[in-house]
């Protein structure tokens, strides 16, 4: 295995999850839950919300739920890591290597959040009640692995009415986007992108094989 792209990978890795980690943090103890801030206009804002895990605010209801979550969560993670060794050792293109790293930092990012934060935080005060934001290292409102997600970007690019000719949605509200997202859940969408975008570049020789194979097949 080539060791330094191993330690590039791991310091971009651990330098996304501090990225992510402070910002929650400091949404955490400087928000209220609830409070909205304009970034850029209207259509950037950071708007604090807390979620059960899931990526845009999704998540399983109940304890159960949680624990079943958090649980898939580490396996999954723990899954994209085997493979992302893999591919270092595989030689795989750098840009498909770092892709696959954004998607482990973005599950990585959200399971700290499930693992600690139900730990070291008390529950978020509602904006509007008067009280202060939370203290980190204060008394936790849940155990492991029942930490709610910290999210703070919402991006509502578009608000606008259904035309009334719609089926069912006629006249309702229409707004993108609508989901709070964090730090975390841009790295896996970015990584998405990377890789539909570079598709060619990270997989150059399945891409030859399946030319290959349909040629062998036109001239039979």
């Known amino acids: 295995m080539n060791r330094k792209v191993l330690r590039n990978v791991l310091i971009f890795i651990f330098t996304l999850l501090i990225l992510d980690q402070i ?20 259509w950037f804002r950071l708007n604090f919300v807390e979620n059960n895990g899931m990526a845009f605010g999704l998540h399983l209801k109940g304890a159960i739920g949680k ?6 969560r580490i396996i999954a993670a723990s899954a994209i890591m085997w493979y992302l060794l893999k591919i270092i050792r595989d030689k795989k293109p750098m840009i498909y290597i770092f892709a696959i790293a954004l998607i482990f930092a973005g599950a990585t990012g959200n399971i700290i959040d499930s693992m600690f934060y139900g730990i070291i935080f008390e529950a978020s005060p509602i904006y509007g009640s008067g009280a202060a934001p939370t203290a980190i290292f204060s008394d936790g409102y849940s155990g492991f692995l029942q930490g709610k997600v ?3 970007f919402y991006v509502p ?29 841009s790295y896996i969408s970015i990584a998405v992108v990377l890789i539909l975008i570079f598709s060619k570049r990270m997989f150059p020789k399945e891409k030859n094989e399946e030319t290959k194979t349909a040629e062998t097949t036109a001239e039979e």
Do not use: C
Request: aromatic share 20%.
């Open 150 to 152: 910290v999210d703070m």
């Open 23 to 42: 910002l929650k943090i400091y949404i955490k103890t400087h928000f209220l839950l609830g409070e909205e801030v304009n970034v850029i206009g209207h």
């Open 67 to 72: 624990y079943l979550l958090s649980t898939f």
């Open 157 to 185: 690019l578009i608000h606008g009415y259904y035309p009334s000719w719609i089926p069912f949605k006629g006249g309702q509200e229409f707004l993108f986007f609508r989901p709070v997202f964090n730090l975390a859940d």
